[in-house]
């Protein structure tokens, strides 16, 4: 099972994810800093909070101290724009909430043998 961070999202959204992440099995920590984020080396993947205005910086700070670290945006409301320039800005994918485990859980297989490919 993969080793999920948190950074920057709503709690509802985060207990949300916590619950279907830990019931499949998954490690799932919380940051609240991108500097936190990035030293936590033991992460295999980063779901990140995209609802905020602050969503490209983090984007930027994890691709650019991170680019092994794959991350996953997530955001309540799934533009094509935002989507299109998460993915530009580095994200490995996005997920736009409300969601469902099975589409949760085909994210993290997904970002993992992405992960696995580039290695």
Not at 21 to 35: E, I, K, P, R, Y
Not at 77 to 82: G, K, M, S
Request: aromatic fraction near 6%; glycine fraction near 6%; hydrophobic fraction near 45%.
């Amino acid at each position: 099972m993969a080793s999920i961070l948190m950074l920057g999202l709503e709690n509802d959204l985060a207990d949300q994810l916590s619950q279907v992440l830990g019931h499949d099995g998954h490690t799932v920590q919380t940051a609240d800093s991108v500097d936190r984020a990035i030293r936590r080396h033991s992460a295999e993947i980063v779901f990140a909070g995209g609802d905020g205005p602050d969503y490209t910086y983090l984007l930027r700070r994890l691709a650019s101290a991170r680019p092994d670290l794959p991350v996953v945006l997530v955001n309540r409301h799934p533009e094509n724009a935002r989507w299109l320039e998460a993915l530009d800005l580095g994200a490995a994918d996005y997920c736009g909430a409300p969601f469902e485990p099975v589409q949760v859980r085909w994210l993290i297989d997904s970002v993992l043998r992405q992960a696995a490919a580039a290695a």
